[in-house]
């Protein structure tokens, strides 16, 4: 059997096409393959996007094939299931999209016509939806879960999201904050990005965020805290990225989108459940601690009052 296939590293990958080894391992074996899944692997060259994009039921529906068929196919072309399968589709639809800002921008600008902005705002909404369905599967959730444990294990949970992601980062972080005083927020004022780890040890958490293009600093952290025996937490858009690599617990978000930037929702919704998990598991001392910052905010009088 040919081993599971790591599209980063095996696959030369080409923006309009799909993933070149699969594509040739089709080629090769198609005439030996019976008439179903020949049918199958017409609509997996043809549709790549739908394989990315959907579930083995609904890409079989597609391919008017049993779900059955397309799991064959799948093994027939080495890999152990149908999931890693289409993964290798996944990171070529991610990867696709990873072309440079301006050439971002200009397919926008193309865009910018009344009668292609009702369209645009459709597909930035539909990949969205369709980015959080697929992103949180049942093993996103153990994953989640499993970064939970490591939370409330840890002396103190180092928050990490530069850049575009930083909203994300401060986000979990400011939440965190209403209840627990151990996470600590990276932000490197005034050039302090190295003095904040300078205590990170075996016993702390590094939950990180962050996706292509990595930015170096964030590369830099994690491989200092891991080399500190500090345990590593990755929000990231791929199971082989150089943050994921590194990882105890590696989060795969998908953050494709037709908009400038990747997406941060659904990396924003893992910082949602992971607070939610938090609380949910808490005891009575963190319901305390919510209540004291609640009345400290109303002392601060930081928010406007329904009587003003």
């Not at 692997?41 to 039921?57: G, L, Q, T």
């Not at 939970?148 to 939440?175: C, D």
Request: proline share 5%; net charge neutral; with cysteine.
């Amino acid at each position: 059997m040919i081993p599971t296939l790591t599209a980063v590293d095996k696959h030369q990958t080409e923006p309009d096409n799909p993933p070149l080894t699969i594509d040739k391992l089709v080629e090769q074996r198609f005439s030996a393959l019976s008439p179903k899944l020949r049918e199958a692997a017409r609509f997996v060259i043809d549709r790549p996007e739908e394989i990315a994009m959907n579930s083995m039921r609904t890409a079989a529906v597609r391919a008017s094939v049993h779900p059955s068929t397309m799991l064959r196919l799948a093994r027939e072309l080495g890999f152990d299931s149908y999931e890693p399968f289409r993964d290798e589709f996944r990171t070529w639809l991610a990867n696709r999209g990873a072309v440079s800002w301006a050439g971002r921008a200009e397919t926008l600008r193309g865009q910018r016509t009344d009668s292609h902005k009702e369209h645009l705002i459709e597909k930035i909404v539909d990949q969205e939806v369709f980015n959080l369905r697929n992103t949180f599967e049942p093993r996103t959730i153990s994953k989640i879960v499993e970064a939970r444990t490591l939370f409330g294990e840890a002396r103190n949970v180092y928050v990490l999201g530069l850049r575009s992601l930083f909203p994300v980062a401060f986000y979990l972080n400011y939440v965190c904050r209403m209840f627990n005083d151990k996470t600590v927020l990276m932000m490197g004022v005034g050039g302090t990005f190295a003095d904040e780890l300078r205590t990170v040890d075996e016993r702390d958490v590094m939950i990180v965020f962050s996706y292509r293009p990595y930015a170096r600093d964030t590369l830099k952290a994690v491989k200092f805290a891991r080399s500190c025996g500090t345990r590593i937490v990755a929000v990231t858009d791929s199971k082989v990225s150089p943050i994921a690599t590194c990882a105890d617990v590696a989060i795969p978000v998908l953050n494709t989108t037709p908009s400038l930037f990747p997406s941060i929702g659904p990396a924003f919704l893992v910082a949602q459940a992971l607070v939610s998990l938090l609380v949910a598991e808490s005891g009575e001392d963190t319901m305390a601690k919510i209540a004291r910052s609640e009345r400290q905010l109303t002392e601060f009088g930081v928010y406007v009052s329904d009587n003003e």
